[in-house]
């Protein structure tokens, strides 16, 4: 399995083809505008409906087709998880059938990005506010230790260290298949090996979001 970023070659969405997606829901829902949005590595859209709010259209890439399943799988998990403040997925569909890529239509949430309150008198607050987020994320429960793809988790383990230590071999097996330095090797293996009692203090398994920055949070007006 390819775990590369997807950056993929960017997408010029048509009216049409936010109308085709839109379509999908069955709602009749009408769209009136489509303006990009800034997306990471993704291209994704700001959708302006007629009489009803705007949503968001995220288009997914060929690299990595395990990218958007595994997206709508943890986006699952968190609105099952009760009031977390996050957008609700509408949609998933990688059929290429209404337009050529990927995509989702995902509900949009107010603010802006929490990077632009950077300096500002309140950030504080709203980076310990990030904290507290992060903290109810963790509390999801997961039934085993490994990688999130689109049905589950991937190769599950019962225990933090042995998932772990399964993820650092294959790392140092592609360290030296790509010609890393056979001493630096063995000295980071002996590093890892001296401490991986310390994997034990995890002793249940849960959702580990590893992409929290101010970049992908949004901060409302109200200071939250």
């Given at each position: 399995m390819e775990f590369a970023p997807d950056r993929p070659a960017s997408f010029a969405l048509t009216l049409g083809d936010a109308q085709a997606a839109v379509d999908g829901l069955g709602h009749g829902w009408r769209v009136s505008g489509a303006e990009p949005?800034?997306?990471?590595?993704?291209?994704?859209?700001?959708?302006?409906?007629?009489e009803r709010p705007a949503i968001v259209l995220k288009t997914y890439g060929d690299g990595l087709p395990w990218r958007l399943p595994k997206e709508?799988?943890?986006?699952?998990?968190i609105a099952g998880s009760g009031d977390l403040p996050a957008a609700r997925w509408l949609l998933a569909d990688d059929?290429?059938?209404r337009?050529?890529?990927p995509f989702a239509l995902i509900s949009r949430l107010p603010g802006r990005p929490l990077s632009e309150r950077s300096g500002r008198p309140?950030?504080?607050?709203?980076?310990?506010?990030?904290?507290?987020?992060?903290?109810?994320?963790?509390?999801?429960?997961?039934?085993?230790?490994?990688?999130?793809?689109?049905?589950?988790?991937?190769?599950?383990s019962p225990t933090n260290r042995g998932y772990m230590a399964a993820a650092f071999e294959a790392k140092f097996r592609d360290f030296a298949e790509n010609g890393g330095d056979a001493g630096l090797l063995d000295r980071i293996q002996l590093f890892v090996a001296d401490r991986l009692g310390a994997l034990d203090g995890c002793g249940s398994a849960a959702l580990c979001h590893n992409d929290i920055?101010?970049?992908?949070?949004?901060?409302?007006q109200d200071e939250r």
């Open positions: 949005l800034a997306g990471g590595t993704k291209d994704v859209f700001l959708l302006t409906l007629e709508a799988y943890v986006a699952s998990l059929s290429r059938q337009i050529p890529r309140e950030a504080a607050d709203l980076y310990r506010q990030a904290g507290a987020l992060l903290r109810r994320l963790h509390d999801i429960a997961m039934p085993a230790f490994g990688y999130i793809l689109g049905d589950g988790v991937w190769r599950p920055h101010p970049g992908n949070l949004l901060a409302g």
